[in-house]
């Protein structure tokens, strides 16, 4: 079913125009330009050069003009002070904007911030901008020794020979970065590279002889065959990974516990936490397959175990979704992805309970059944474009031995509990290729699909995973909001109307716990899903109240499904910004770790990261990510209602799509916020 112009409608409609109106355009950019309003007066601030230069002074200047209008502003009396930016850890002290003015035009603000009496400042020691030729324009040279980021502030004392009774004050980033001397080559590199996978692509196209509608199976090349079918394959890749693991333990335990000087931390959060959600997109759970968990229960548990079977009740994703709330809950408060020793107690906590498992179970129950994300990565890989399958179902069923399942002298039964015989999404499915040892009958098939076909192709849905598709997208609104420099005030707003006071809770730490834990909890368990709900109410009456194909639960879990993708975007635009802006921290920490405990000398670390991408590109980046999956949320949510309601399908599908426009819509306006950095000195 191709996709109908009134998907494009909705999605013009309902998203774009809501792009800027949620957020787009109060983005605080920190790059070398700057634009936002004060009073009446629209202001660009920019650094020129653009560049940073060791020992060259550059000049900061301001251009001035009418909101309204565009006429420059004269008469204006401006000054401009500069202070390097102090990180600081986000889980333990949110920077609050120095964005405050005396005037009672709430409008001049952006984000909605209250309008304040500003404070007095010591004018001193701020640089007053003197007019230049061009009109409107005020620049004066500003010494930057360093380059970073800078937090700035911005005095008006008079503007258009208005003098104001208190000056108008501005404050917000700018960052200063010398030029990226590998960005062309990292450009040209991509090109390279994808032209090769191109042409290589083509060759083995033509050797298999397949025609244009044929889709490549890569077990038909032969290397990736034996590779796949190697008693090596598997080990290849989880003994390194398991090393890692290893020396991140052990950096935990017994290194620096500063988090962003601890290769710990950064290696886990910044660097693990933040790629691997890409790979579940790509390739699915291949990550599971080389995950050292995984790899103690495989060793451990066909050395010595029970093979007792995973009581029936919660062989599903129920406590895998449980445990995954708490531990998000729980690193709210502890901020874990800041404390390595923590983390390393962590780590070592999941492997105990692994092996345990793996000496008490069949398989992987661990990872099936208990995984804190094991049900997120299961459902992110519906929308990976890689799928395992069997070449044909009739070969299956013809065969009476099925080794897949029962295992044979050179593999193994599938641990993950799946068969290929009736395998048809790739939620489960870990490439982990004992079913391609295994299989006498050569029946398997690795080959690349659409994205995200998986959403509407499936033969059942479940209410586990749909109720925690449903809550990904809260935590994930929920956890990015948090990371955001308004955080602060917005649950002190939500404090206010929530009677703390009757619970004798008074202390304003106490009460801020207090708060997000109610934030945390109606925002991801509960809020979420009865919108979800009341968009299923309407779908029911506005399409199927007379000979309805689906009952209320079942419309809850198949459009369930839809939203896969929004709370996707999130999680991806989230985790692109923690890892461009502070993955190049890692650099430092792995040349103060080969120093100290190698003997290694590789180069003075250097803390003052520059971020691989600026923020407005990254910004930009986020906008991009956002639009795409959306896309993907809204043909997902069309073909849903098709496959079910056929005729009637847009009746099902538009309230569903406003759901899923309004959440994005959501995501755009918490993204539009200044981010704090996750790691900070």
Same mark, same amino acid.
């Given at each position: 079913?191709?996709?109908?112009?009134?998907?494009?409608?909705?999605?013009?409609?309902?998203?774009?125009?809501?792009?800027?109106?949620?957020?787009?355009?109060?983005?605080?950019?920190?790059?070398?330009?700057?634009?936002?309003? *004060?009073?009446?007066?629209?202001?660009?601030?920019?650094?020129?050069?653009?560049?940073?230069?060791?020992?060259?002074?550059?000049?900061?200047?301001?251009?001035?003009?009418?909101?309204?209008?565009?006429?420059?502003?004269?008469?204006?009396?401006?000054?401009?002070?500069?202070?390097?930016?102090?990180?600081?850890?986000?889980?333990?002290?949110?920077?609050?904007?120095?964005?405050?003015?005396?005037?009672?035009?709430?409008?001049?603000?952006?984000?909605?911030?209250?309008?304040?009496?500003?404070?007095?400042?010591?004018?001193?020691?701020?640089?007053?901008?003197?007019?230049?030729?061009?009109?409107?324009?005020?620049?004066?040279? +500003?010494?930057?020794?360093?380059?970073?980021?800078?937090?700035?502030?911005?005095?008006?004392?008079?503007?258009?020979?208005?003098?104001?009774?208190?000056?108008?004050?501005?404050?917000?980033?700018?960052?200063?970065?010398?030029?990226?001397?590998?960005?062309?080559?990292?450009?040209?590199?991509?090109?390279?590279?994808?032209?090769?996978?191109?042409?290589?692509?083509?060759?083995?196209? $033509?050797?298999?002889?397949?025609?244009?509608?044929?889709?490549?199976? /890569?077990?038909?090349?032969?290397?990736?065959?034996?590779?796949?079918?190697?008693?090596?394959?598997?080990?290849?890749?989880?003994?390194?990974?398991?090393?890692?693991?290893?020396?991140?333990?052990?950096?935990?335990?017994?290194?620096?516990?500063?988090?962003?000087?601890? *290769?710990?931390?950064?290696?886990?959060?910044?660097?693990?936490?933040?790629?691997?959600?890409?790979?579940?997109?790509?390739?699915?759970?291949?990550?599971?397959?080389?995950?050292?968990?995984?790899?103690?229960?495989?060793?451990?548990?066909?050395?010595?175990?029970?093979?007792?079977?995973?009581?029936?009740?919660?062989?599903?994703?129920?406590?895998?979704?449980?445990?995954?709330?708490?531990?998000?809950?729980?690193?709210?408060?502890?901020?874990?992805?800041?404390?390595?020793?923590?983390?390393?107690?962590?780590?070592?906590?999941?492997?105990?309970?692994?092996?345990?498992?793996?000496?008490?179970?069949?398989?992987?129950?661990?990872?099936?059944?208990?995984?804190?994300?094991?049900?997120?990565?299961?459902?992110?890989?519906?929308?990976?474009?890689?799928?395992?399958?069997?070449?044909?179902?009739? #070969?299956?069923?013809?065969?009476?031995?099925?080794?897949?399942?029962?295992?044979?002298?050179?593999?193994?039964?599938?641990?993950?509990?799946?068969?290929?015989?009736?395998?048809?999404?790739?939620?489960?499915?870990?490439?982990?290729?004992?079913?391609?040892?295994?299989?006498?009958?050569?029946? /398997?098939?690795?080959?690349?699909?659409?994205?995200?076909?998986?959403?509407? #192709?499936?033969?059942?849905?479940?209410?586990?995973?749909?109720?925690?598709?449903?809550?990904?997208?809260?935590?994930?609104?929920?956890?990015?909001?948090?990371?955001?420099?308004?955080?602060?005030?917005?649950?002190?707003?939500?404090?206010?109307?929530?009677?703390?006071?009757?619970?004798?809770?008074?202390?304003?730490?106490?009460?801020?716990?207090?708060?997000?834990?109610? #934030? &945390?909890?109606?925002?991801?368990?509960?809020?979420?899903?009865?919108?979800?709900?009341?968009?299923?109410?309407?779908? $029911? $009456?506005?399409?199927? &109240?007379?000979?309805?194909?689906?009952?209320?639960?079942?419309?809850?879990?198949?459009?369930?499904?839809?939203?896969?993708?929004?709370?996707?975007?999130?999680?991806?635009?989230?985790?692109?910004?923690?890892?461009?802006?502070?993955?190049?921290?890692?650099?430092?920490?792995?040349?103060?770790?080969?120093?100290?405990?190698?003997?290694?000398?590789?180069?003075?670390?250097?803390?003052?990261?520059?971020?691989?991408?600026?923020?407005?590109?990254?910004?930009?980046?986020? &906008?991009?990510?956002? &639009?795409?999956?959306? *896309?993907?949320?809204?043909?997902?949510? +069309?073909?849903?209602?098709?496959?079910?309601?056929?005729?009637?399908?847009?009746?099902?599908?538009?309230?569903?799509?406003?759901?899923?426009?309004?959440?994005?819509?959501?995501?755009?306006?918490?993204?539009?916020?200044?981010?704090?950095?996750?790691?900070?000195?």
């Amino acid at each position: 079913m191709k996709l109908t112009p009134a998907i494009f409608i909705v999605l013009c409609i309902l998203f774009f125009p809501g792009l800027n109106a949620f957020g787009a355009e109060g983005h605080a950019s920190t790059s070398a330009f700057n634009e936002f309003r *004060i009073d009446w007066a629209a202001v660009k601030l920019r650094i020129e050069p653009e560049t940073y230069t060791k020992g060259k002074t550059p000049q900061v200047l301001i251009t001035l003009t009418d909101y309204i209008s565009g006429s420059p502003s004269l008469d204006a009396e401006i000054y401009i002070y500069l202070e390097k930016t102090r990180q600081e850890n986000v889980h333990t002290a949110h920077k609050t904007p120095i964005i405050k003015n005396n005037q009672p035009d709430k409008s001049s603000l952006d984000f909605g911030e209250s309008t304040e009496t500003a404070p007095a400042l010591d004018i001193s020691i701020f640089k007053k901008l003197l007019p230049q030729q061009m009109a409107g324009v005020y620049a004066v040279s +500003y010494p930057i020794p360093k380059q970073g980021e800078y937090n700035f502030t911005i005095t008006i004392k008079s503007l258009n020979g208005k003098a104001f009774a208190e000056p108008l004050i501005y404050g917000g980033k700018i960052s200063y970065l010398p030029k990226t001397k590998y960005k062309m080559l990292l450009i040209i590199g991509i090109v390279l590279i994808s032209g090769v996978i191109a042409v290589w692509i083509m060759s083995v196209r $033509k050797k298999l002889k397949l025609n244009t509608s044929q889709k490549i199976n /890569i077990l038909d090349i032969p290397w990736i065959k034996r590779f796949f079918r190697s008693a090596w394959f598997q080990p290849a890749f989880q003994v390194p990974v398991l090393l890692i693991f290893l020396i991140i333990i052990a950096a935990g335990l017994f290194d620096i516990q500063k988090g962003d000087m601890n *290769i710990a931390t950064l290696l886990m959060w910044t660097i693990w936490w933040a790629a691997i959600i890409f790979t579940f997109v790509f390739v699915g759970r291949v990550w599971c397959m080389m995950c050292p968990f995984g790899a103690a229960q495989d060793w451990i548990g066909r050395l010595f175990s029970l093979n007792k079977d995973f009581p029936k009740p919660v062989r599903n994703i129920w406590l895998s979704s449980f445990i995954f709330f708490g531990l998000t809950w729980w690193d709210s408060f502890s901020g874990i992805v800041n404390k390595p020793a923590l983390t390393s107690y962590l780590l070592i906590g999941f492997f105990v309970v692994a092996v345990g498992m793996s000496v008490t179970f069949k398989g992987r129950s661990f990872c099936r059944y208990a995984c804190p994300i094991g049900g997120l990565i299961g459902l992110y890989s519906m929308f990976s474009p890689v799928e395992l399958r069997n070449k044909g179902l009739e #070969v299956c069923r013809n065969h009476k031995i099925k080794e897949c399942i029962k295992g044979t002298e050179k593999s193994h039964p599938c641990p993950m509990f799946v068969t290929p015989m009736t395998l048809d999404r790739n939620n489960y499915c870990n490439f982990c290729s004992e079913c391609i040892k295994s299989c006498s009958q050569d029946n /398997i098939v690795i080959r690349f699909r659409n994205f995200a076909k998986d959403l509407w #192709v499936s033969a059942k849905g479940y209410m586990d995973e749909a109720y925690l598709a449903i809550v990904i997208l809260g935590v994930s609104i929920i956890v990015t909001g948090e990371m955001v420099e308004p955080w602060h005030r917005w649950m002190d707003a939500v404090g206010k109307i929530i009677p703390l006071d009757m619970l004798g809770i008074m202390s304003h730490a106490t009460r801020e716990k207090a708060t997000f834990l109610i #934030v &945390m909890t109606t925002g991801s368990l509960i809020i979420p899903s009865l919108l979800l709900f009341a968009a299923a109410l309407v779908v $029911k $009456k506005t399409a199927g &109240m007379e000979s309805p194909p689906l009952n209320l639960k079942q419309i809850f879990v198949q459009f369930a499904y839809m939203f896969i993708p929004v709370g996707l975007s999130m999680h991806l635009a989230h985790n692109v910004s923690h890892l461009l802006r502070e993955g190049p921290g890692i650099i430092p920490a792995i040349q103060r770790a080969a120093t100290l405990y190698l003997g290694m000398n590789l180069g003075e670390p250097d803390w003052d990261i520059i971020p691989l991408m600026g923020a407005e590109s990254i910004f930009w980046l986020q &906008m991009a990510i956002f &639009m795409i999956l959306n *896309i993907f949320s809204l043909y997902a949510g +069309y073909r849903i209602a098709v496959k079910y309601y056929g005729d009637k399908a847009m009746r099902a599908f538009i309230p569903m799509a406003a759901l899923a426009v309004f959440f994005m819509m959501l995501n755009t306006y918490i993204l539009g916020q200044p981010m704090s950095p996750r790691h900070g000195h």
